[in-house]
Nanobody, 116 residues
Framework: QVQLVESGGGLVQVGGSLRLACAAS????????MGWYRQAPGKQRDLVAT????????YYANSVKGRFTISRDNAENTVYLQMSNLKTEDTATYYC?????????WGQGTQVTVSS
């Protein structure tokens, strides 16, 4: 069973930055994808960014390209989402995701609020 624990959310002003972290435990997979999704109130959960194995390109939603960067620390089993130049439309609950042949796992979510 893979467990994901997110941290780093909070309140920030427009143009500010935040870094989210997702610590994964319970996985011995060598091939998996980790990513970040977000869900605003009353809206569907949307994919923001994914990271897989070194050498493969990361994926970013068009709405965050050039502003968000996903990275991973394999030694710490942690994935990060560096968010810069934040906009009010980035306000949402951000969820960490882990996908492998064993299953699809979610974190509990961390709130990001961007105020004007």
């Amino acid at each position: 069973q893979v467990q994901l624990v997110e941290s780093g959310g909070g309140l920030v002003q427009v143009g500010g930055s935040l870094r989210l972290a997702c610590a994964a435990s319970g996985s011995a997979d060598t091939l998996y994808t980790m990513g970040w999704y977000r869900q605003a109130p009353g809206k569907q959960r949307d994919l923001v960014a994914t990271i897989r194995v070194p050498g493969e390109p990361n994926y970013y939603a068009n709405s965050v390209k050039g502003r968000f960067t996903i990275s991973r620390d394999n030694a710490e089993n942690t994935v990060y989402l560096q968010m810069s130049n934040l906009k009010t439309e980035d306000t949402a609950t951000y969820y960490c995701n882990y996908l492998s042949f064993r299953g699809n796992y979610w974190g509990q979510g961390t709130q990001v609020t961007v105020s004007s």
